[in-house]
């Protein structure tokens, strides 16, 4: 099965490209834009290109010598040009195409200023102008169907890319940010508004350069604006569904949002017993959109999720704006968010694993669990921006409060290769637990702007400082039935075990920047070095109290041994100082490029104390690390043509042992995986080399970009375990400080889209590939556990005018564990196919369907191939498309099985989990809209 698709969708791309490239031949078309009168050729002048029915195919921005140019034009068609500028009269061009030129050469294209008083006389609008450094869509330029929403116009704008994972790229370059009215329209997910805003509210799409670093000219983001039509800037939107299915399935979720110029309100709810997990109110509201058919399959039935899983939630989010047009400079906003969630689950499981051991005779040990567990949580956010010319505040609060409980039953028994029991296990286990957790979260910054001039004084220099506070607080009651049984030496332990656990940490942390530091010494800003100062203090407080009573007698007596009371402070200083150069070279509108060297080092300083009612357990320990920072960032842009980055880093990370590695209490009750301490550990320093590569094709039709990321970390004092195996399968571990860690990670990420006159062409592609050399001692021998993971993944989006799309995606996953000393290994492979199809069978009415197939293979485990495949059909009712009915078949092969495959040191691990299977059902939805034009 995994071939047979491999193989069509190999076939698929050939044939496109082969279309693509045996098209009839091609030419060019080039020209430039001048003003004649004041003699200077025109930059920044919209060329917008026409085919005969007056259908846009491109557009373009002059460049500082007034040249545009059209690349792969077919002949055989007819074309029109309109050019337009803000100070000049709008002029359209007839073009006919010459088959015997591959360069047709308008010359020096004449524009004439607009005269005081003349009323300029264009039929029609402008589907594409350049005001100032914005590039702006016109809505009245592009005819759609009346319940067209944002997201359908996108897709109709030559040069703009909605990908299947809703990225949007304009011109090759990703849009980092999307606003409405200069605002965030219900939270950071841009299908909230694009598939849920109708067309014909909007009035223009603006896209705009925003600043991110002002030492660097060149780091800035895209950002698009929707802006709206001048009395429409209120309105509702929602989806209320219910739906019931067989055995016993069911669904119901609802939502309603409501905006005006300064509030967005919306309030969110959801119940199922269909694996469908949403953990915010974002899942609930990018999942519930208007136009709801597509290929996406980010919020349906999780057949991967272990277990049966009950889940309701509930959302409320408030946000109110201060200003009514925020702008770069001048914005204010409040944003309160609660979301409520209740997680019901009963998972049964089946845990074979292997160890490897120095005998090369493995252990072998299954595990059979059955769990039930609840969780209910409800979380409330407040978060307030002020920004006013150079002052900014940020303030960020939540408060967390969940309960949890737990109910298991786990069986456990060890082999060999001969299959001779070695020991067993049972254990019974109950959980009852509360959890509060408070964050806050303020910060100061003051940045003037970069746009003064460089001779103006400036009060001071930028500069932020932050605070930050984390409480966390546990509190828990525990009950542990366990008995063990050893055939090595006859012997049988069990335990009946209470145990009332309290944690509190408070985390508490400063940190003060300066920049410009040779401006604040010297009193002017010094181009050829800068320099900035960062100073941070953590303190962490951690305090936790554990009563243990044992069974004895049918009586609970206090373990005075395992009962303990422990209070650590850690206190942790870092200070430092960044120089950076910055090199950058500018040729009007033709190119950008810059050097930017970072070399800086800060001084590490960490206090740890332990406080206990064991005295194993004080301890005092200082530390103190010079920590070096070094990058080079390399930045080329060539407008209209190519942006390309390149980025070496080099840093150095300290991680010190804790009480659980140095001094822990040894607990008894674990049979199978008994850890002790050692005093004699040290922090462990781990270096970090990193190199990234980016490339966008910046060219008009067809987008290409990749990103090449490379990194190395490996440290000598590697904070390792040593393990020492037992002969009927238990594992008696302390951490040691190890030499030789290594771990070397590469990463790819393609991206290329086809666009035809009908049709267009996405194509995407991943890889990802980790190997690690981890250092370990297994039975007093030094020993290196190599891990190689391997991801790698393809995608094909094909989409067909508004009929159809299709969606491909194929993902490898291949893993690999050896223990060179042990001369064994293990390895497991996964192959998912899936292949997505939604076809518009007419304005009303969708069908969608996907099919995923699996294919796992593992080392010592049967392979299992198996095949999840879900069909949709539903039809829109009302002039308005409010109401849907849909059928819903899932797992119509009924073949699902839960796998999950780990690697943990010498261990190798299979999971075997109950999950969802074959379900229909049938639901009914309401969108509620309005968005009527406000009365002056």
Known sequence: MGKRFAIILLVNVCIFFNCYSQEAKLFSLTGKV?????????????????????????????DSYGVFNFNKLKPSLPYHIIISNVDYRTKTIEIKPNKHTDVLDLGVIIMEAKSIGLAEVFIGVEPVTMNGDTLEFNSGAFKLDSNAVLDDWLRKIPNVTVWNDGQITVNGREIKSLLVNGKRFFGNDFKVATQNLPK?????????????????????????????????????????????????RYEGEGNMNAYSRKIQISIAGASNNTNKIANDLQTLLANSTFKSSGTDLSYQSNFQLPGNNKTNTLGLKLNYDFVEFPTLRNKSSLSINHFYQKKVTNENAIIDAITTREAKDPIFQKSIEDLDRAKTSNSTAVNFDYLKDANAIYVQGSLTNSSYDLNSQNQISSTNSLGEALSSSRD??????????????????????????????????????????????????????????????????????????????????????????????????????????????????????????????????????????????????????????????????????????????????????????????????????????????????IFGKRKNDLVMSTKVSINIPQIEQLAPLLDSTQFYYFRIGNLNLSAERVQHIGLSYSFENLETKNSFSYQIDGSIKFSNNKIIDSILLSPDGRQQIYAVNGHSYRSLNGSLEVRKAIKYSASDLKLQGFGNITKDFIPAFINSQSVVNENLIINIGVGAGYGFRELMTLDFRENLSFYRAEQPYFKSSFKGTTLTHTLSLNYKINKKLFFNTNINVNDNRSSGVKSNVFNIWNAYLSQRFLKGNNVELKFSALDILKQNKNLINRIEGNRFITNSRNALQQYFLFAISYYPRNFVKRKP
């Open 34 to 62: 001048k003003d004649v009168e004041l003699n200077y050729f025109l930059n920044a002048a919209t060329v917008s290109l026409f085919s005969g029915d007056s259908t846009l195919i491109s557009f373009q921005i002059t």
């Open 200 to 248: 014909n509210i909007i009035q223009t799409i603006q896209v705009y350069k925003k600043e991110q670093n002002r030492l660097n000219p060149l780091d800035s983001l895209l950002e698009m604006n929707i802006k709206l039509k001048k009395g429409m800037e209120t309105g509702f939107f929602g989806k209320v569904s219910f739906g019931r299915g067989t055995n016993g």
């Open 428 to 637: 019974e286990y109950a959980e009852s637990s509360t959890i509060s957790q408070f964050s806050l979260f303020s910060k100061y910054n003051y940045t003037p702007s970069t746009f003064d001039s460089p001779t103006k004084k400036k009060k001071f220099v930028p500069f932020s400082v932050s605070y930050a506070n984390d409480f966390r607080s546990k509190n828990s009651f525990s009950n542990l039935k366990t008995a063990f049984t050893s055939n090595i030496d006859g012997s049988v332990t069990s335990f009946d075990r209470n145990r009332q656990f309290e944690d509190k940490h408070l985390d508490q942390q400063v940190e003060l920047k300066v920049d410009d530091v040779p401006q604040l010494l010297f009193g002017k800003r010094r181009y050829f070095l800068n320099a900035n100062i960062v100073s941070n203090i953590r303190i962490e407080r951690v305090n936790r109290t554990d009563l243990v009573q044992d069974n004895q007698n049918n009586v609970y007596v206090n373990n005075s041994y395992s009962s303990n009371r422990i209070q650590t402070d850690v206190i942790n200083s870092t200070y430092g100082i960044n120089f950076s150069k910055v090199i950058v070279k500018r040729l009007s509108d033709r190119y950008e490029k810059s050097l930017i060297f970072q070399l800086g080092g800060a001084f590490n300083t960490i206090k740890y104390d332990n406080n206990s009612l064991k005295e194993f357990q004080n301890l005092r320990r200082n530390y103190f690390a010079f920590i070096p920072d070094a990058s080079i960032s390399l930045a080329n842009h």
